[in-house]
């Protein structure tokens, strides 16, 4: 048996990327995934056993409470959360002065807002289970002030707190909050950005203390770590994995 055996999951932007490798990962130790995302849920649900898949906006409060309604109706509840879903690969590097504040205020919405939304959502149902584990999923950018991306930076940092403030106040409850920041990392979507890639890629690597790619299975052994009883002591941490790029 694995360790989450009989667990329910849910992750937000698990069609693909570091959010797929993690149900994958989540999956391999017995819990049955719920993949949340804008386009694909369904399908990719079914590569897990009684995987269920929801189409989702998870930066929108009427739909994220349904999601969360529907999980419990179909899985009885919830133990796991996985807060993966946000914006980044499509985001042009630029000044910070050559930013829209409308699409400021779209990274908020999707990067950190979405967390405060499936949060608030998932703790009732992680409360009648006695418990729970929610895992957020940071960046490593704001611990190195990466510049041209002030917006994404900016949410990566909110999460880190937001993150430690949601322990405090979860503790009694028995749930814990905790945080993963990857570094650059060659997911499906940086692929299919090739301006990204020529950017980031050989800069990132050679800041590494481990030089080669980053893929999104690296992040999986943490996040399946903060999710699973070996950190039931563990909360309001943030664990950055990017090869040494960052000591943290």
């Known amino acids: 048996m694995g360790q989450l055996e009989g667990k329910v999951a849910l992750v937000t932007g698990a069609a693909q990327g570091i959010g797929r490798a993690i149900a994958v990962g989540l999956a391999a130790e017995g819990a049955r995934i719920v993949v949340a995302d804008l386009e694909r849920a369904e ?30 109706v ?12 946000g914006l ?14 409308e699409e400021w205020r779209r990274v908020m919405d999707v990067n ?6 499936t ?6 149902a992680m409360r009648e289970r006695g418990g729970g584990a929610i895992v957020n999923i940071s960046s490593g950018t704001p611990f190195r002030g990466v510049p041209f991306l002030l917006h994404y930076v900016t949410s990566k940092g909110a999460i880190v707190a937001f993150t430690r403030a949601l322990a405090r106040e979860l503790g009694k409850d028995a ?3 905790n945080c993963v920041a990857p570094g650059f990392t060659m997911s499906d979507g940086v692929k299919q950005h090739p301006e990204v890639i020529e950017q980031l890629r050989d800069v990132s690597v050679a800041a590494r203390t481990i030089q080669r790619d980053q893929e ?8 399946v770590y903060l999710s699973g009883p070996a950190a039931s ?8 994995i990017d090869g040494g790029q960052y000591f943290h």
Do not use: H, K, W
């Open 43 to 72: 399908e990719e649900a079914r590569a897990f056993p009684d995987g269920v898949g929801l189409t989702v906006d998870v930066a929108e409060e009427a739909a994220v409470a349904q999601m969360v309604e529907e999980t419990v």
């Open 74 to 85: 179909r899985c009885g509840g919830i133990d796991v959360l996985v807060n993966n879903a």
């Open 88 to 101: 980044y690969a499509s985001l042009a590097m630029r000044p910070f002065t050559e930013i829209p504040l």
């Open 112 to 117: 950190v807002a979405s967390m405060f939304l």
């Open 119 to 124: 949060c608030r959502a998932v703790v009732p």
């Open 175 to 177: 749930i814990r909050v």
């Open 216 to 223: 999104p299975e690296d992040v999986v052994g943490a996040a």
């Open 233 to 240: 002591f563990v909360t309001g941490q943030t664990i950055v």
